[in-house]
């Protein structure tokens, strides 16, 4: 399988407050979870296969099941995160190789950590 480069990874938060969840009690801390509006941006791959049908990106997110995302311009996806920490991987990918067969191709991941507030 052919390595696709893929440019680094770029992400803007959105403070876009979607709900909150607590707990409380006499006896327990009020404790507080929001949910925001994350979009992931990356700069798109300029091979032919990656932006052919059957190409695009796969994104995953800290443990949970991996998603694709169709080759698009610009390249995004919006995501719902709840406070805290996460390790973002967003790889390139094509069903054609580079010599036009069918064996794929997948990139590198390109990975950072997003703090959601």
């Known amino acids: 399988m052919k390595k696709i480069v893929l440019p680094v990874l770029v992400l803007s938060a959105l403070l876009s407050f979607i709900g909150c969840s607590g707990g409380g009690g006499s006896s327990s801390p009020l404790v507080s979870v929001t949910t925001h509006t994350v979009t992931l ?50 790889r390139a990918f094509a069903t054609l190789d580079a010599q036009g067969g069918a064996t794929g191709s997948l990139s590198a991941p390109a990975t950072i950590t997003v703090n959601v507030p």
């Open 41 to 90: 941006t990356w700069a798109s791959n300029h091979e032919k296969g990656v932006n052919s049908p059957g190409g695009g990106y796969q994104v995953s997110i800290s443990g949970r099941p991996a998603f694709d995302v169709p080759y698009t311009d610009p390249t995004f996806t919006t995501v719902l995160l709840d406070t805290g920490s996460y390790s973002v991987s967003v």
